[in-house]
């Protein structure tokens, strides 16, 4: 029932957000394509647990804030989002649902907090991302995450670690996203 | 990676000193789309790529930039054309952040400059803004939009008249054929005293026909823009084609030779400049 209420809060200020130059600043649209490459899994790694662990990882974002992108657009995407408005420097909510397989099989769904920040190119050759939230499932554990992400964001080898989650407490991944 | 591959050679001709005191017309050609125009006191730069690999290093430079980005003047304009890696160089933008007065972009592209400190502005097709006593014109052309292939929504693509002081100058970063674009922006903003028009990549022509005109299509171009000279860009520089090495130029300099323009297409060496008028 709240729901409502607290994402018009959240968007609002896209709205307010509108230069008096008006710039062409429309949200970008969620396409076939677009859709398409949220298919695409990173495949990932878990170490420490009882066996090591493959797995694959999805991801979302709910809502960002641009804090890179030129100052006259909105900052704020939901779901679709471009990438230099990621590299050059943002804060977002993430949802990943993730598979993960070592001696029994688990769906667990990451949900936290990212923040992104420009090393190379704005961004767009090399960024770093320093995230934290949770993980959830079978098992529930706090996380932190950590990587590097090349190519706009294309391509980034990402580490996490979630000590109560006895699966797989520490995973690397190689990042594939596309918008 | 491609980079790897290809050596840059150095260019043949340096622009120590980029700018003229007295110039009522100047243009230099830094690579590919990249072309100082100073008209009187303004100085206009065209899609700068002042780095030797666009794309995260994908594609590399043939021939090195031919000028110190700190040698160059301030810049009442900085016009970007569309979104593509070898136009919008992000690096570039920022070895001369300091000297951009106002960056100019095609309507939706302001999404992809990301926070610079210089003021920009997204100019819609026909859309005039006056700077000064200098106007600049966003006109159409025949190419794409869009910077990482799935950004399919995005048209963001565009050529330029710029008007200062008595001096029109045409500027289409890259096009294909368009005669009627090409007609109204001559019917509405000419005679131009020059057209800045591309002449490459040429193969595969069955690719790059419906995006990118030929030597032969720039020329008909020339024609449809009435202008006064032209320029010939886009060419030489990175390795973006099927194109034999000076294939373009060679190309451009026999038509031209063979319809008697050679006092009106002036074909410029990377880091040489023509004063026009």
Redesign the interface.
């Known amino acids: 029932m709240r729901v409502g209420p607290i994402l018009a809060a959240l968007l609002l200020p896209a709205v307010a957000h509108a230069s008096a130059?008006k710039?062409?600043?429309?949200h970008?649209?969620p396409?076939l394509?677009?859709m398409l490459?949220q298919l695409v899994p990173s495949p990932e790694l878990g170490f420490g647990g009882v066996a090591p662990a493959a797995g694959l990882r999805w991801q979302l974002t709910p809502l960002l804030y641009s804090?890179?992108?030129?100052?006259?657009?909105s900052p704020w995407r939901t779901f679709v989002v471009?990438?230099?408005?990621r590299q050059?420097g943002s804060v977002e909510l993430f949802v990943s649902p993730e598979y993960l397989t070592a001696k029994s099989d688990e769906w667990i769904v990451r949900a936290g907090v990212h923040a992104t920040f420009?090393i190379l190119?704005?961004?767009?050759?090399v960024a770093f991302t320093i995230g934290a939230g949770g993980c959830f499932g079978a098992e529930s554990s706090a996380e932190i995450e950590a990587g590097f992400s090349?190519?706009?964001g294309a391509l980034g080898l990402f580490v996490s670690y979630a000590p109560r989650l006895t699966l797989a407490p520490a995973t690397a991944m190689l990042r594939f996203r596309?918008? | 990676m491609l980079a790897a591959c290809v050596t840059t050679a150095p260019p043949e001709h340096r622009l120590a000193h980029p700018a003229l005191e007295h110039a009522h017309l100047a243009v230099s050609w830094i690579g590919h789309a990249t072309m100082l125009v100073q008209i009187d006191d303004r100085f206009v730069l065209t899609d700068p790529v002042l780095v030797d690999t666009i794309g995260?290093g994908v594609s590399h430079r043939k021939v090195g930039v031919p000028v110190d980005p700190n040698d160059l003047p301030p810049l009442d304009a900085v016009l970007i054309s569309h979104m593509h890696f070898d136009h919008l160089s992000?690096?570039s933008l920022?070895k001369i952040e300091p000297k951009v007065r106002r960056a100019y972009m095609p309507?939706?592209g302001?999404?992809?400059?990301?926070?610079?400190r210089f003021d920009?502005?997204?100019l819609?097709r026909w859309e005039t803004v006056d700077d000064r006593g200098m106007q600049i014109t966003a006109v159409p052309v025949r190419h794409v939009g869009g910077?990482?292939m799935?950004?399919?929504?995005m048209h963001a693509f565009t050529g330029y008249v710029v008007r200062y002081h008595g001096v029109s100058v045409y500027f289409s970063g890259d096009t294909a054929y368009a005669r009627d674009d090409f007609r109204e922006a001559a019917r509405r903003f000419g005679p131009f005293d020059l057209a800045l028009l591309p002449i490459a990549p040429i193969h595969p022509r069955a690719v790059m026909e419906s995006v990118h005109m030929d030597p032969t299509e720039a020329l008909a171009a020339f024609g449809d823009l009435g202008a006064r000279r032209m320029i010939p860009m886009h060419f030489d520089t990175f390795v973006d084609s099927f194109d034999a090495p000076h294939e373009a130029r060679d190309t451009l300099m026999r038509l031209v030779r063979a319809r008697g323009l050679e006092a009106r297409v002036t074909v410029l060496g990377i880091g040489e400049r023509a004063v026009l008028e």
Do not use: C, Q
């Open positions: 130059e710039p062409y600043d429309p970008p649209p396409t394509y677009w490459a804090f890179g992108m030129y100052r006259k657009l471009e990438p230099l408005t050059s420009p190119a704005r961004g767009e050759k090349l190519f706009f596309w918008f | 995260g992000l690096d920022e309507e939706g302001l999404v992809y400059l990301t926070n610079f920009a502005v997204d819609a910077r990482y799935l950004d399919t929504w």
